[in-house]
């Protein structure tokens, strides 16, 4: 599985954990919001079992529909029982709501014989889920009939009421894994069309190069035809396009060899080897140079042998990058030591120089592909920025690391460390 999918699947993981988590907690608030609203409802009971214990207001009227007594009143039995109904609903209402349960409620009012007495205007459908509490009167009204009576209060969809209690909670929680979700998709498609669009710019320079590799070769093997068997005055001429063809060619076998590691085809080939003949070389050949052009090079190469696992053609070639930047970023007075030595299981190689340093903010990006420092609006040094990431590539591939330590004005000192065998 590519790196592309296992990042797919941990993200699918992760929100789906998130959401199974989320799905237990909202599991939980119902509950605990079933077991407020039975603490409630147990108050309230209390509440009511006291309000209609002795006889009252309340209670006489409803003992008057209980016995059908009519006796006592001026109005018809039926008048006598919706007034009953309404002072029993309000008075019910009142107590739930004191004790803070606002939901939809009915009641009715029958004794041990399922006589019913009184009950609300308007009853549940049949098919709706209802919860019942059954409360088991004392006092004054089952004295009257000398029977149980009960009254029954009755709730309708009180997990529709629980989640009203919840939505603080749910609504907020559902939205921000949405936002989640969107964002990570937003982010991995940008993130994804960037990587196309690289890939296709990579794609493309390769090619390029490859197209220029060969009409650089035939003018390369042209201008030699003419300098070994051309006129005598365009010699210095021909001289002029040879060197500048052969920089042509380092530039594209650079360009075509970055190419090569970045789709990692097997191009670094590790083998054991001492890496202190490869330091020595390079060393000699800068310290040839130094003399030529005269300029300040020093090594000092600690230790007889360096035994790795590498590939000697690339880590010469990442030495000598280190070296040469040193001496383009030196201005005029080139003054650069390397520096090589065992430490511990590492072996640690710094090129220092103390030419014209790069700032902090530069040093995090001037290992990205093509970065070059602006100096002011123009790039008073050439180069096309790839050295430093073709050298931080072979350290990578060689389970190594690589440091910077610069100072603007003061110098910079570029280090490389690598496992030892
Ligand atoms: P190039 O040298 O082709 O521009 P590199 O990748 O080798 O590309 O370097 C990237 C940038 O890092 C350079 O443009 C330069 O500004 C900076 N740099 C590299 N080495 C040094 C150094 N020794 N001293 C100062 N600046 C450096």
Redesign the pocket.
């Known amino acids: 599985m590519g790196k592309k999918h296992l990042y797919i699947v941990l993200f699918i993981i992760a929100i789906l954990g998130l959401s199974f988590i989320q799905y237990q907690y909202f599991r939980i608030g119902l509950n605990l919001a079933s077991v407020q609203f039975n603490q409630k409802m147990g108050e309230a009971v209390k509440e009511i079992k006291q309000g209609l214990y002795q006889r009252n207001d309340l209670t006489y009227l409803v003992g008057t529909v209980m016995v059908e007594n009519e006796d006592n009143f001026l109005l018809s039995m039926d008048s006598v029982q919706d007034a009953t109904s309404y002072f029993m609903d309000e008075f019910l209402k009142q107590k739930l709501i004191q004790n803070g349960v606002k939901t939809d409620f009915n009641y009715s009012l029958y004794d041990q014989d399922s006589t019913r007495f009184l009950s609300s205007e308007e009853s549940f459908s049949k098919k709706a889920k209802i919860l019942s509490y059954p409360v088991a009167l004392d006092g004054y009204l089952p004295g009257l009939i000398n029977k149980r009576v009960t009254l029954e209060l009755q709730f309708i969809n009180v997990n529709r009421y629980f989640l009203s209690q919840l939505n603080g909670l749910t609504i907020p929680s559902i939205i921000f894994l949405i936002v989640i979700i969107v964002v990570i998709i937003w982010v991995y498609r940008a993130f994804y069309l960037q990587n196309n669009l690289i890939m296709t710019t990579n794609e493309f320079i390769n090619n390029l190069t490859h197209e220029l590799k060969t009409p650089v070769f035939s003018i390369g093997v042209a201008s030699k035809i003419l300098e070994e068997k051309g006129h005598k005055d365009s010699k210095e001429l021909v001289g002029i396009i040879r060197a500048q063809v052969e920089k042509l060619k380092t530039q594209i076998e650079k360009v075509l060899e970055l190419g090569n590691i970045e789709e990692r085809k097997g191009f670094v080939k590790y083998i054991e080897l001492d890496a202190k003949p490869i330091l020595d070389h390079v060393v000699q050949s800068f310290e040839k140079q130094a003399l030529l052009n005269e300029f300040s090079f020093k090594s000092d190469i600690q230790g007889d042998s360096f035994l790795i696992l590498g590939d000697a053609y690339h880590l010469e070639n990442a030495i000598s ?1 280190l070296i040469e ?2 001496i ?2 030196s201005g005029d007075q080139i003054d650069i030591e390397v520096l090589a030595c065992k430490k511990g299981r590492e072996l640690s190689i710094s090129v220092v ?1 103390k ?4 700032n902090q903010e530069d040093i995090k990006r ?1 290992f990205e592909k093509y ?3 602006v100096d002011g609006d123009l790039h008073t040094v050439k ?7 073709y050298v931080k590539r072979i350290v990578h591939l060689h389970k190594g690391k690589i440091k910077v330590d ?1 100072k603007i004005g003061l110098g ?1 000192t ?1 280090s490389i460390i690598l496992p030892l065998k």
Do not use: M
């Open positions: 990058s930047n040193a383009k970023y120089d030419g014209i340093g790069i001037i970065y070059r420092v180069g096309h920025g790839l050295g430093l990431h610069s910079s570029f």
